[in-house]
């Protein structure tokens, strides 16, 4: 408790709410505009993080996580669009009430639902990172093996429509990690002679690029408009005895979206989705879900925010990003010079204490700065990405630049930029990638470590119980695109 | 007329077979063992160039899918990748000129051409929007935060 106090003391400084005032700003922006997702929005603050302190830049992009699940949320209430993926679910009966003319309701349930979320995410976060990193201090080079396989095999296999896609994808990843010095030997390896790749390719540019210049450009690509605008939307927000009879669908909500948060891959999308199939299902009048149904709009909100604290588990505890937002986290940690892992609550107990603390005020940020500006962020809905678009561009070249100040790195964003740009025109999806290049060292380095170790005998991996259940487990994932298609066709016919 | 439908892969398919290629050449020239036994800076980039090969053949021998033959008038497809590689080297221009173009120039014009590409007719628009944005940057990049820019 002390240990919390202290951490929040650390966080009750003009620079650290500043930083969660912006961040929960941007979130909410990032997530209500179409094209826009809390991924993008946090390769676009990176270059801003960098002139910060770790423990204000860490809070930011939390807190823009954070809002930015909300943010979603918005449009999918106000316009029938999911500003991100993790609202889709919310536009199922989101936009039925606005037909209704129930927007102000609609989006107050969202909101309290998303804070309701958050806290509870947060509260498993506070539980489970402490006891799941001491576990994985006690591993060893074929626990962090199978933990590295795991990892990006759940994301290849999840992420996305097709695994095939996703599993190029990943190697895509890998094979850009390669690129360099051999970590053991100290080899060049795919470098082709040329010094400039020596150091490898670095991950800060590649964010950049995959998440924010190449969704840019393929906006500029498609020349989408939108013009819609919506009036009234401040008004008619429920009434706090409203609100509290939706506990029980929060709560469920809040539960599913922790327990996915938490798997790699699975991410907020998918816990939204089952939230809102649960709801359903154990409602007394299923009839009216996708009809307007207050309850179908706070279990996905729960449980799309619930992931936000739940994906950081992992993430701190095991170095494992689950998502593309994550992995972006796991680029600003790194330039903060935090390494995550088992000994981070060691290490940097402090740091970790004051994220503790950040998490709860940013949640009451968010509901804040969402509350307050419902009928701004209706009217973010209707900004033309011909606008926005360029600018992300021109933010995201300075930013790739800003990091080394080196100007090989603006051309490795836009480089980038342009790979994802024909992956993403190809179905391919672009966290698998990223994925790689994160896991790639720690599959690598941890499958010789155990083979050297083992005098080269496979069998390491089979006779280690945490490893063995964790390839066990990477291999099952890829029957999850088949529960995953079962899921969309029960959602297509509510 | 549309795109026929499902189409097999064989661009990226042999895109991806050129890499693997490159990855199996490149690292027969590695180490295949260290010396305590373990497997060499060799073994694992084979790995990834195997797996990339066999994914590749996988691409264009699975059975076509319903989903991969969208729908897409070649027409738009070609407007809006042109518009894209418009845009491409539009950024590579500022790139390259950017050592030798003031930011307070350069910047504008980045913003203003991609803006025009992707659609705004306003001149208003084009006009206000990219000097707004320069001195928003200016503000919050050098004044405020204090980061280097080029």
């Not at chain 2, 944005?133 to 919050?140: I, K, P, R, S």
Request: some cysteine.
């Amino acid at each position: 408790m002390a240990d919390f106090l202290s951490g929040l003391l650390s966080v009750l400084t003009p620079g650290s709410l500043l930083s969660i005032l912006a961040g929960s700003v941007l979130g909410v922006f990032a997530g209500a505009v179409p094209g826009l997702s809390s991924t993008v929005g946090l390769a676009l603050v990176l270059p801003v993080t960098f002139a910060l302190d770790p423990a204000p830049a860490l809070l930011m992009m939390i807190s823009l996580y954070m809002a930015a699940e909300y943010g979603g949320s918005i449009t999918a209430v106000a316009i029938g669009v999911p500003g991100s993926s993790p609202a889709l679910a919310t536009t199922f009966d989101g936009y039925p009430m606005t037909r209704r003319g129930e927007v102000g309701r609609a989006l107050g349930i969202s909101l309290f639902s998303s804070m309701s979320g958050g806290l509870l995410g947060t509260i498993l976060l506070v539980a489970a990172l402490a006891p799941l990193a001491r576990a994985a201090i006690a591993f060893g080079p074929a626990e962090f093996f199978g933990l590295g396989v795991f990892g990006l095999a759940i994301v290849a296999n999840l992420v996305g429509k097709d695994p095939l896609k996703g599993i190029v994808s990943a190697l895509l990843g890998l094979t850009a990690f390669v690129v360099g010095l051999d970590v053991l030997t100290g080899a060049p390896r795919l470098t082709f002679g040329s010094s400039l790749l020596m150091d490898g390719l670095a991950l800060v540019p590649m964010l950049i690029g995959f998440f924010a210049i190449a969704e840019a450009l393929e906006s500029i690509a498609s020349g989408r408009r939108r013009t819609r605008r919506l009036a009234g939307a401040g008004s008619g927000f429920p009434r706090l005895r409203e609100l509290l009879g939706l506990w029980p669908s929060i709560l469920r909500g809040s539960a599913i979206g922790g327990l996915i948060g938490v798997i790699p891959g699975a991410g907020a999308t998918i816990a939204s989705i089952v939230a809102w199939n649960e709801e359903r299902r154990v409602a007394k009048r299923p009839e009216r879900f996708g009809q307007g149904e207050p309850a179908g709009i706070a279990a996905p909100e729960a449980a799309n925010n619930a992931c936000v604290g739940a994906a950081m588990i992992p993430l701190l505890a095991l170095g494992i990003p689950g998502s593309a937002s994550a992995a972006v986290l796991l680029g600003g940690l790194t330039v903060q010079g935090v390494a995550p892992g088992p000994l981070l609550m060691t290490e940097r107990a402090g740091l970790v204490y004051a994220l503790y603390a950040g998490f709860f005020i940013a949640v009451a940020t968010m509901f804040a700065v969402g509350r307050l500006g419902i009928p701004l962020w209706v009217r973010v809905v209707a900004i033309r990405p011909a606008i926005l678009m360029p600018m992300i561009v021109a933010v995201s070249l300075i930013g790739a630049t800003a990091l080394r100040g080196n100007p090989a790195d603006a051309w490795a964003a836009l480089f980038f930029g342009i790979i994802g740009f024909a992956l993403l025109r190809r179905g391919y999806p672009l966290a698998p990638a990223v994925l790689g290049l994160i896991l790639g060292p720690m599959i690598e380095t941890n499958y010789r470590r155990a083979l050297t170790l083992s005098s080269g005998s496979h069998a390491v991996f089979a006779e280690n119980p945490i490893c063995l259940i964790l390839l066990v487990f990477g291999l099952l994932s890829f029957a999850a695109p088949m529960v995953r298609n079962r899921l969309g066709r029960q959602r297509a016919t509510p | 007329m549309s795109r026929r439908r499902g189409a097999r892969p064989w661009v990226e398919a042999g895109v991806f077979a050129a890499i693997a290629a490159l990855i199996l050449v490149d690292s027969g020239g590695y180490p295949k063992a260290l010396p305590g036994g373990g497997p060499g800076p060799a073994f694992f980039p084979r790995l990834l160039g195997v797996m990339l090969l066999g994914c590749a053949a996988a691409l264009v021998l699975r059975p076509l899918r319903e989903a991969a033959g969208r729908k897409t008038d070649p027409k738009t497809t070609r407007r809006r990748t042109g518009r894209a590689l418009l845009g491409m080297l539009w950024v590579a221009a500022f790139l390259a000129g950017a050592p030798f173009i003031p930011r307070l120039v350069a910047l504008p014009l980045l913003v203003g051409g991609l803006m025009a590409l992707a659609g705004e007719r306003s001149p208003l628009l084009l006009a206000a929007v990219p000097l707004v944005f320069t001195a928003l940057v200016e503000v919050g990049f050098v004044t405020l935060l204090g980061v280097p820019l080029p």
